[in-house]
C-alpha cells in the first residue's frame, strides 16, 4: 500500500485561502483525470468540501508523489504553488488511513461530530468509480471510512460533541438562546436549493418559522424543496418558491437569510444588506467600526500604544516599573509604609503614597539622586522623572495611587439589536464580509462560525471515537498487507495444481488400463497430499504478511517456488478488475448526511 493524501483544511489554512482554492464540479474532474494521467499516480479521489480540499492517490514513489499532487493541486485550485504549499498537509500509507477514518468519524470537522461529512466521502467514491479513476485501494479505503464513520456514530455518544453545520450556524445567530424559541413566528430567506440548503431549510422549519422564501437560479428545484416543506410530515411550513432578482426585495421582509449557493462570486453584497435594513427601519444603515481588541492582560491594543503620561493617567504603569529606592541615602520614600511582600522594583513600591511624596522623589531623581543607576529594564533617570512625574499628577488628582489599578473600560457606542440576521454557509463566501460592520445585522460565516468552534468543549465520547479509529486504521493495514500476498498464495496454488494435472495425466500414459474408479481416487489422494503441504505455510505467510513489515514474505513465496512474476501479476489485476464496482449500497443514503462539511 503506497497510499498518499495530500490537502488543506479549515485545520491549516484560513478562510480566505480555502475560498480561492475552492473546486467546482469540473475542476474535480479534471484534477481526478490529470492525477491518474501522471506518472507517480495509478489511482486518484479527490474529497472537497467547505471546509477542505484533498487529493487521495495511490502512488509507487513518495516524493515524487507529493510533488506531482501539490503542483496538480495548486494548478486547478488557482493559487500559486509558492501561495499554497505552507498551508498544505501531507499524510502517508497508515497516517493517510488514519486521517480519512478520522475525517469519516466527524473528528476533523469545524463542529466535531457532525455528520453531513459521510455523504460527502460517498460522493467523493462515486465520482471516482465513474471515472474509473478508484482502483481497489481507494475503493477498499473509502468504503472502509464509510463503515467506519457509520460505527462513530452508533456506537459512541460523538452526535452529542458537535452538531451540523447549520444547527451549529443558527446557534450563533440566536446568540446562544434556544434556537426554536428564537426562531419561532420568524420569517426565513434561503438562497439556494442544494443539500446545505435544504437542511437549512427544513431545521428553520422544524424550529417553527412562520415562512420561509426559497430563492434560486433553477426555478424547479426550489419550487420542489418549497413543495417539500409544505408537505412534509415534520416540516409543514408556509413555503414559496422566488427567482434570484427577487432577493433584495424579500430581504426587507426577512428576519432570517441562510445563504449556500455554488456561486463563484458575491450573492448578496454589503450594499444589498444595507439597503434591506434601511427599507426595514426607515433609516440608513449605519457603518460601526469593530472594537479593540483586547491583549492577554485584558488591555486593549490602542490601550498598550499610549505613552507613557497616557497610561499612568488612568493606573496603567504596570510597563514601567519604579527604580529601586532600598537603601538609597536622601530618598524621600518611607519604606515603611510600604507593605512587606511588596516588590520595590514595580508600582507596588509607591501604592498609597500621597502626591506630595512623589513629587519630592521627582525632585531627589531630578536632582542625580539616582545619577548612572538603571533599572531592570535597561532605563536612564530621564525616563524615570517622566514616569514619577505621570504619577504625582494621577496622585493629585485622584488623592491616592489605588494599589490595584485597572484600565478603563474602552467607550463603545453600542450597537443596535440585529433586525436581520445572515448565515452563510457557503465557500467560497456568498455573502460580503463588510455586513460584519453594519448595525442592524448579524452575520454568522464560515470564519466566524471556525472561531467559534474552536475552543469547543470536547465531549468524553470523542476519546471512545478515536480508540474506534485506533483499531480500525490496525485492522485496515493488517487486511491490506494481507491482500498483498494473496494474489502470490493464488499463483502459488495455481502452480500446485497444474503440477497435480501434469503428474495424473503422465500416470495416465504409463498405465492405460487404469479405470475412472481408481484414477479417481489417486487423483483426490494426490491433491490431498498437495493441499495438506501448502495449507500451513499458506495460512502462516498471511498471518506474517498482515503483520508491520510483511511485506517482504510474497517476495519470498514467489523466490522459494520460483513462481513467474507476470503470473502473480495478472491474478492481481483479475482483483481489481471487480474494485470499481459500487458497493456502497450498505451504506444509508438519508439525504441528512449529504453536503459539504
Known amino acids: 500500500m503506497s497510499l498518499l493524501v495530500v490537502g488543506l483544511s479549515h485545520r491549516s489554512a484560513p478562510v480566505s485561502v480555502l475560498e480561492r482554492a475552492s473546486l467546482n464540479e469540473d475542476d474535480r474532474i479534471k484534477l481526478l483525470q490529470d492525477t491518474v494521467a501522471a506518472e507517480p499516480a495509478t489511482e486518484a479521489a479527490v474529497l472537497a468540501t467547505c471546509n477542505r480540499i484533498e487529493l487521495y492517490a495511490d502512488v509507487d514513489k513518495f516524493h515524487a508523489g507529493v510533488a506531482e499532487l501539490s503542483t496538480?493541486?495548486?494548478?486547478?485550485?488557482?493559487?500559486?504553488?509558492?501561495?499554497?504549499?505552507?498551508?498544505?498537509?501531507?499524510?502517508?500509507?497508515?497516517?493517510?488511513?488514519?486521517?480519512?477514518?478520522?475525517?469519516?468519524?466527524?473528528?476533523?470537522?469545524?463542529?466535531?461530530?457532525?455528520?453531513?461529512?459521510?455523504?460527502?466521502?460517498?460522493?467523493?467514491?462515486?465520482?471516482?468509480?465513474?471515472?474509473?479513476?478508484?482502483?481497489?485501494?481507494?475503493?477498499?479505503?473509502?468504503?472502509?471510512?464509510?463503515?467506519?464513520?457509520?460505527?462513530?456514530?452508533?456506537?459512541?455518544?460523538?452526535?452529542?460533541?458537535g452538531q451540523s453545520l447549520v444547527t451549529f450556524g443558527l446557534e450563533q445567530l440566536s446568540q446562544g438562546a434556544d434556537v426554536q424559541e428564537w426562531a419561532h413566528g420568524k420569517k426565513a430567506l434561503v438562497i439556494g436549493a442544494g443539500s446545505m440548503s435544504s437542511l437549512a431549510a427544513a431545521t428553520l422549519a422544524r424550529a417553527g418559522v412562520g415562512e420561509i422564501v426559497i430563492a434560486n437560479r433553477t426555478a424547479e428545484r426550489a419550487e420542489r424543496l418549497a413543495q417539500i416543506l409544505t408537505e412534509g410530515d415534520d416540516t409543514h411550513v408556509l413555503a414559496r418558491a422566488v427567482p434570484m432578482d427577487a432577493v433584495p426585495a424579500e430581504l426587507t421582509r426577512a428576519d432570517i437569510a441562510v445563504s449556500c449557493t455554488g456561486a463563484t462570486g458575491l450573492v448578496l453584497t454589503a450594499e444589498t444588506i444595507a439597503?434591506?435594513?434601511?427599507?426595514?427601519?426607515?433609516?440608513?444603515?449605519?457603518?460601526?467600526?469593530?472594537?479593540a481588541e483586547a491583549g492577554e492582560d485584558g488591555r486593549t491594543q490602542a490601550g498598550a500604544q499610549a505613552g507613557?503620561?497616557?497610561?499612568?493617567?488612568?493606573?496603567?504603569?504596570?510597563?514601567t516599573p519604579l527604580p529601586p529606592a532600598a537603601g538609597e541615602d536622601g530618598c524621600p520614600l518611607d519604606l515603611a509604609t510600604v507593605e512587606s511582600g511588596f516588590?520595590?522594583?514595580?508600582?507596588?513600591?509607591?501604592?498609597?503614597?500621597?502626591?506630595?511624596?512623589?513629587?519630592?522623589?521627582?525632585?531627589?531623581?531630578?536632582?542625580?539622586?539616582?545619577?548612572?543607576?538603571?533599572?531592570?529594564?535597561?532605563?536612564?533617570?530621564?525616563?524615570?522623572?517622566?514616569?514619577?512625574?505621570?504619577?504625582?499628577?494621577?496622585?493629585?488628582?485622584?488623592?491616592r495611587i489605588p494599589e490595584r489599578r485597572k484600565p478603563e473600560p474602552v467607550l463603545v457606542?453600542?450597537?443596535?439589536?440585529?433586525?436581520?440576521?445572515?448565515?452563510?454557509?457557503?465557500?467560497?463566501?456568498?455573502?460580503?464580509?463588510?455586513?460584519?460592520?453594519?448595525?442592524?445585522?448579524?452575520?454568522?460565516?464560515?470564519?466566524?462560525?471556525?472561531?467559534?468552534?474552536?475552543?469547543?468543549?470536547?465531549?468524553?465520547?470523542?476519546?471512545?471515537?478515536?480508540?474506534?479509529?485506533?483499531?480500525?486504521?490496525?485492522?485496515?493495514?493488517?487486511?491490506?498487507?494481507?491482500?498483498?500476498?494473496?494474489?502470490?498464495?493464488?499463483?502459488?496454488?495455481?502452480?500446485?495444481?497444474?503440477?497435480?494435472?501434469?503428474?495424473?495425466?503422465?500416470?495416465?500414459?504409463?498405465?492405460?488400463?487404469?479405470?475412472?474408479?481408481?484414477?479417481?481416487?489417486?487423483?483426490?489422494?494426490?491433491?490431498?497430499?498437495?493441499?495438506?503441504?501448502?495449507?500451513?505455510?499458506?495460512?502462516?505467510?498471511?498471518?506474517?504478511?498482515?503483520?508491520?513489515?510483511?511485506?517482504?514474505?510474497?517476495?519470498?513465496?514467489?523466490?522459494?517456488f520460483d513462481l513467474d512474476p507476470e503470473t502473480v501479476a495478472s491474478v492481481s489485476r483479475l482483483g481489481d478488475?471487480?474494485?470499481?464496482?459500487?458497493?456502497?449500497?450498505?451504506?444509508?443514503?438519508?439525504?441528512?448526511?449529504r453536503g459539504p462539511a
Open 72 to 161: 496538480l493541486l495548486a494548478q486547478h485550485s488557482g493559487v500559486g504553488l509558492e501561495e499554497l504549499t505552507p498551508y498544505l498537509y501531507v499524510h502517508y500509507e497508515d497516517r493517510a488511513v488514519h486521517h480519512l477514518f478520522s475525517v469519516a468519524c466527524g473528528l476533523d470537522s469545524m463542529v466535531v461530530g457532525e455528520g453531513q461529512i459521510l455523504g460527502q466521502i460517498k460522493d467523493s467514491l462515486a465520482r471516482a468509480q465513474e471515472l474509473h479513476t478508484a482502483g481497489r485501494l481507494l475503493n477498499d479505503l473509502f468504503q472502509q471510512g464509510l463503515r467506519v464513520g457509520k460505527r462513530a456514530h452508533s456506537e459512541t455518544g460523538i452526535d452529542r460533541a
Open 275 to 291: 439597503a434591506a435594513l434601511e427599507g426595514r427601519t426607515g433609516a440608513p444603515a449605519a457603518v460601526t467600526e469593530p472594537a
Open 308 to 319: 507613557p503620561q497616557a497610561k499612568a493617567a488612568r493606573g496603567d504603569v504596570r510597563e
Open 343 to 399: 516588590s520595590l522594583l514595580g508600582e507596588s513600591a509607591v501604592a498609597g503614597i500621597d502626591a506630595a511624596t512623589l513629587e519630592q522623589h521627582g525632585t531627589w531623581v531630578d536632582n542625580g539622586g539616582s545619577v548612572d543607576r538603571r533599572d531592570t529594564a535597561g532605563r536612564g533617570v530621564e525616563a524615570d522623572a517622566e514616569l514619577i512625574t505621570a504619577l504625582a499628577a494621577t496622585a493629585a488628582t485622584v488623592g
Open 413 to 560: 457606542a453600542p450597537r443596535p439589536e440585529p433586525v436581520l440576521f445572515v448565515l452563510d454557509l457557503a465557500m467560497p463566501r456568498d455573502v460580503d464580509a463588510a455586513v460584519h460592520r453594519l448595525a442592524g445585522a448579524r452575520l454568522v460565516d464560515i470564519e466566524s462560525l471556525a472561531g467559534a468552534s474552536a475552543d469547543a468543549p470536547m465531549a468524553s465520547d470523542v476519546d471512545q471515537v478515536r480508540r474506534i479509529v485506533a483499531d480500525e486504521v490496525a485492522a485496515f493495514g493488517a487486511a491490506q498487507r494481507a491482500a498483498h500476498i494473496t494474489p502470490t498464495v493464488v499463483a502459488l496454488r495455481t502452480m500446485a495444481a497444474d503440477v497435480v494435472s501434469s503428474e495424473i495425466a503422465r500416470l495416465e500414459g504409463r498405465l492405460p488400463g487404469l479405470d475412472d474408479k481408481h484414477r479417481a481416487e489417486i487423483t483426490q489422494t494426490v491433491r490431498r497430499v498437495v493441499d495438506k503441504l501448502l495449507h500451513a505455510p499458506t495460512v502462516r505467510v498471511k498471518q506474517l504478511a498482515a503483520e508491520p513489515g510483511g511485506a517482504g514474505y510474497a517476495d519470498a513465496l514467489r523466490t522459494l
Open 577 to 593: 478488475g471487480a474494485a470499481g464496482a459500487d458497493h456502497t449500497d450498505d451504506f444509508d443514503q438519508n439525504g441528512k448526511n
